[in-house]
């Protein structure tokens, strides 16, 4: 069985909310009934101690003003002004204990021993006498006593001595009952439980609709999160005046169904890509087999010419998976193994072997000193690839293939590639990094390429925290930047160098 809190956190947000908001004004109008309740008894007692202390004040004052010869003269005064004072035993009490004639009060009952009342058995009257018998042993200032048939009764003394009494001072002696305490404190409590239901109820209602509007956008959400989970993803969240916060996280989930949608488009394009990129050296493959398996005995040159296009199309095809497992690998961690890389000796040892490549002006422009923390082969392998693009785009023999490396602040470092070949459209400068992009139909299947080349550079662009961009070279062609950051330049850079080289062997 769940318990309480569970229960509690199934709720709905509007019915946990107004929960919540009942809780806390639970506590604050209780904190509240503390303060006003001890508040308000504090203040009643000390207006009690003011009126008792000052009654007190008064009667010594007067037994000292009639100056009385004796003390039976003191307890008659005493009588008289307890007697004239509009005092009743149910509100205030008066006595004063004079030495040698006893006490004089206003409700005598309390003094003596008194028979039992009706209904009281002898003992309990004796106990309410034993009571009563503290008001005269109880020491001087105030006092709180529990005296029969009044309840809480509170006591100020005070002593005064008179010439005419001999003996000792007289002791002087007013209560009150502390039963406006209790009334004034019962009245607090009656308020507050009456104002406490209307402030609950109220913040109940309020909490609910609160959560109500609250909750509105999260329920349209949900409703658009159970159409996408369906695999709709073209509803989207409105922002029709809501707060920031609903605003940012509507922007944020719209935000992700769009990436989703590119994500999907582009999952379905690199499939029917990639489809279409397989079927076709397997349709080769196919066809070829079909033909030589129609031969009864196929001449050894037809055997020949079906074996090496065989070779060729599973080759193609091989690249194109090797291709398609390099583009996987580069969102996982382990993608890069960097290391620090020597730049200039990097870029040589590079450039010596690209230049062997084909009969192309290569030309290599000056490399900074420096060192680069980067994958090594990765790095290698997206140049090679810009490169070897460059090659397929430009004229045996007098086309330009070049490369220059800069230094870019503040630790980045740029290696362009250009070429004096028929460039790329301006429409296309971005698309170029896509899968299976090929600007025109001279880049076909017959070339060797799979259109893979530059998205693999931008992989590996990106594994790296860089960036690569196309754009058109001073040449007239081709140009792209492989930016990479974590570059630390040691010295000035050396005089520009440039390599001049024809075909391999020139």
Not at 224 to 253: C, K, M, S, W, Y
Not at 306 to 314: D, F, G, R, T
Not at 397 to 405: F, M, N, S
Not at 491 to 496: K, M, Q, V
Request: glycine share 8%; hydrophobic share 45%.
């Amino acid at each position: 069985m769940a318990s309480p809190l569970g229960r509690f956190r199934r709720l709905g947000l509007r019915w946990r909310l107004a929960g919540w908001v009942a809780a806390l004004s639970l506590l604050c109008l209780a904190i509240a009934f503390v303060a006003v309740y001890s508040g308000t008894g504090t203040q009643v007692r000390r207006q009690i101690d003011d009126e008792i202390g000052g009654d007190a004040g008064e009667l010594a004052h007067n037994l000292a003003q009639s100056n009385p010869g004796s003390s039976v003269q003191a307890a008659q005064d005493a009588t008289r002004y307890v007697r004239g004072q509009p005092f009743r035993s149910s509100s205030t009490l008066l006595f004063a204990v004079i030495p040698g004639a006893g006490t004089v009060t206003n409700v005598p009952e309390l003094f003596g021993d008194p028979a039992p009342d009706r209904g009281e058995t002898a003992a309990e009257q004796a106990q309410e006498n034993r009571l009563s018998a503290r008001l005269l042993t109880v020491g001087e200032g105030y006092k709180t006593l529990p005296l029969p048939d009044v309840g809480d009764l509170r006591v100020f003394k005070r002593t005064v001595r008179l010439a005419g009494v001999s003996g000792g001072p007289v002791v002087v002696g007013v209560g009150e009952p502390l039963a406006a305490v209790a009334r004034a404190q019962r009245g607090v409590a009656r308020a507050f439980v009456l104002a406490g239901v209307l402030a609950l109820a109220g913040a109940l209602l309020g909490a609910w609709l609160i959560g109500t509007r609250m909750s509105r956008p999260l329920r349209r959400m949900a409703a658009v999160a159970a159409r996408v989970d369906a695999g709709d993803l073209t509803p989207r969240i409105h922002n029709d005046g809501q707060a920031n916060e609903t605003r940012v996280l509507a922007d944020a989930f719209n935000h992700m169904l769009d990436r989703l949608t590119e994500a999907f488009a582009a999952q379905r394009a690199f499939v029917a890509d990639a489809s279409h990129e397989l079927r076709t050296p397997l349709t080769v493959i196919r066809g070829q087999l079909e033909v030589l398996a129609a031969q009864r005995h196929p001449p050894e040159q037809e055997l020949h010419r079906v074996e090496s296009l065989v070779q060729a199309e599973i080759a193609r095809t091989t690249r194109l998976v090797d291709d398609l497992l390099l583009l996987a690998k580069a969102e996982q961690p382990q993608f890069l193994r960097s290391e620090p890389i020597e730049l200039p000796a990097f870029v040589e040892e590079l450039w010596s072997t690209t230049a062997m490549l084909a009969r192309r002006r290569f030309e290599l422009h000056g490399t900074p000193d420096g060192t680069l923390i980067a994958d090594p082969d990765r790095l290698a392998q997206a140049l090679r690839n810009l490169l070897a693009n460059a090659i397929e785009h430009t004229a045996p023999d007098t086309g330009l293939v070049a490369l220059r490396v800069q230094p870019a602040p503040p630790d980045r470092i740029r290696f362009i590639v250009a070429d004096d070949g028929p460039g790329i459209p301006a429409d296309q400068l971005t698309r170029v990094f896509d899968r299976f992009h090929r600007t025109d139909s001279a880049r076909d299947r017959a070339s060797g390429g799979t259109g893979l080349g530059l998205a693999i550079v931008s992989a590996i662009a990106k594994a790296h925290g860089g960036r690569v961009r196309a754009s058109e070279s001073p040449a007239g062609g081709a140009q792209v930047e492989l930016e990479l950051p974590h570059f630390t330049r040691q010295s000035e850079p050396p005089a520009t160098r440039a390599s001049l080289s024809s075909a391999a062997g020139s």
